[in-house]
């Protein structure tokens, strides 16, 4: 076993393809000028942590390779040993959609796995949740304060009760009213308030609270009626309700039926293919792609050979490698389906005078990631290397098993609120920069591209790829140990977030016009 430390200390770095002319530097801290790898290569300036080191000279114009694909051109001449910093790239164009092989490459179906199995709640759609919670509908932010306070009273007057409810979701958000309800586009939001509502972590119980007058009406959501004796839906202006105090009563009234039922269930074992893991990252650094991202990619090739749904997401991010995904559609059928989401957001972003550059951050900037061709491409690791079986889009619930393309933004909030929509259980979030990123509705599995940050955060992050990068485990060690903690966080492990109870909110993704 070698020693960790004198692991990181001797100069090293990470070339992830034989093709590539650039490399990032692994050790902590970064490197001084004169720093000399083991290859004899020797840095011509100090190069940052993450930060891309020329492999050879490059001539200025000529294409910047990592990944084996070019991730932009050489704005000047980069001698060998120098800093391939952002403002020395230059951002390519992005593959032109037409002209996207489609189904070209399709991997073989990979060797199924059996035997693994979580503990779970078996719900009568055939869905399995991998926790008990009571989710309330809201159909306008009008209703939020309301919902809140009347949570708030379910969790210390109720719950204590109802042992086997794992805790109370308020589904607060900022659409209902004040919105083009009819424009095209206005169906996303609509449709992920009804998915949301049958998220398999909720057991089947739905129950929503409304305002009375506001746009969208509860009937809007098309929520199934499973028991037609018993209403579902509370109007807050409704003449029954003569003061806040009625509003609140009603709400646990509704409550404690369904806490009852909810509190009957118990875990029983589940096939792994029960299981709906989204895959996402955020605060992204130049090692997610080599460390992170590629484990959560191992790992999704596991759930998949175990028969369960994979869904990755971020079109901006994946828009730059789309030309990668295309060839690895089961059919053209689903090829088109991706470059139909692709597409779309194109014209999304052009419409707001934008493009998929402006998704890149100071932080992504400052962990070496030069422009959104090289996120992209480590973001793409996420997906593993199986074929991708199906697209959906925004808020559209995912029935599919394998691989599946959720087209979503990048966006961390809207991102995992569009994954919950499409029936995620379990969710996977890799991060370089760090995030304490959590969710009410379903276990976040957090996974660091760095063991600094992961020694930083030992309370926040779940899991520690950086691993990788010093050369101290395999992808595929760090894989199929991601794959067992998933496990274990959906048989109802805590995961950090569920242990500090830190949930973001709720993010709705409305491309209509707000009136
Ligand atoms: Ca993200």
């Not at 200025?60 to 694909?69: Q, T």
Request: aromatic content about 6%; overall charge neutral.
């Amino acid at each position: 076993m070698p020693d960790p430390e004198a692991a990181v200390s001797q100069p090293r770095y990470v070339r992830v393809h034989p093709a590539d002319n650039v490399a990032i530097v692994v050790n902590d801290g970064g490197l001084p000028a004169g720093a000399r790898f083991e290859c004899g290569l020797s840095l011509a300036e100090a190069v940052p942590q993450a930060h891309k080191v020329a492999l050879q000279t490059i001539a200025e114009g000529a294409a910047i390779v990592r990944y084996g694909v070019t991730i932009g051109f050489a704005a000047r001449e980069l001698p060998r040993g120098s800093w391939v910093r952002e403002d020395r790239v230059l951002l390519p164009e992005p593959p032109a959609l037409d002209r996207i092989p489609l189904a070209t490459v399709v991997p073989a179906p990979p060797e199924p796995l059996r035997g693994f199995t979580f503990q779970g709640y078996r719900n009568a759609d055939g869905s399995a949740g991998t926790r008990n919670l009571l989710g309330i509908t809201t159909t306008v932010q009008c209703v939020a304060g309301t919902v809140d306070v009347a949570a708030e009273r379910i969790r210390r007057e109720l719950l204590p009760r109802f042992p086997n409810v794992d805790g109370v979701v308020a589904l607060n958000h900022t659409y209902g009213c004040g919105v083009a309800i009819n424009a095209p586009g206005a169906e996303i939001p609509i449709r992920t308030v009804r998915h949301l509502a049958l998220n398999p972590n909720f057991g089947g119980e739905v129950m929503a609270v409304s305002l009375g007058c506001e746009k969208l009406q509860p009937e809007r959501l098309g929520l199934p009626v499973l028991r037609p004796e018993e209403p579902f839906v509370i109007r807050l202006q409704g003449e029954e309700h003569r003061c806040f105090g009625d509003m609140v009563a009603a709400i646990l009234q509704m409550a404690e039926r369904r806490l009852e039922r909810l509190n009957a269930r118990a875990r029983v074992p589940c096939p792994a293919s029960d299981l709906v893991v989204g895959m996402q990252c955020g605060g992204s650094d130049a090692f997610s792609g080599v460390t992170a991202n590629p484990t959560v990619g191992y790992a999704a090739d596991l759930l998949v050979r175990a028969g369960a749904t994979v869904l990755f997401s971020e079109v901006t991010e994946v828009r730059d490698a789309v030309h990668l995904l295309g060839a690895r559609a089961v059919s053209e059928e689903v090829g088109r389906a991706l470059m139909r989401e692709m597409a779309w957001y194109d014209d999304y972003l052009a419409r707001g005078g934008a493009d998929r550059s402006a998704n890149h951050t100071p932080g992504n900037k400052r962990g070496g990631l030069s422009n959104i061709v090289e996120k992209a491409l480590g973001s793409v690791a996420k997906s593993g290397t199986t074929a991708l079986r199906a697209v959906a889009a925004p808020g559209e619930r995912v029935r599919e098993k394998g691989l599946v393309f959720l087209a979503t933004p990048a966006s961390d909030f809207i991102c995992g609120t569009l994954q919950l929509a499409a029936g995620m259980n379990a969710h996977v979030f890799t991060t370089g920069e760090g995030t304490p990123y959590g969710l009410a509705m379903a276990p976040v599995v957090k996974v660091s591209s760095r063991t600094a940050l992961a020694r930083r955060w030992p309370d926040l992050i779940d899991f520690d790829a950086g691993r990788i990068a010093t050369g101290q485990a395999t992808i595929e060690d760090c894989g199929w140990e991601l794959f067992r903690m998933i496990l274990e966080a959906a048989s109802g492990r805590k995961t950090w977030s569920e242990q500090w109870t830190l949930y973001n909110a709720l993010a709705l993704f409305n491309p209509a016009p707000v009136t």
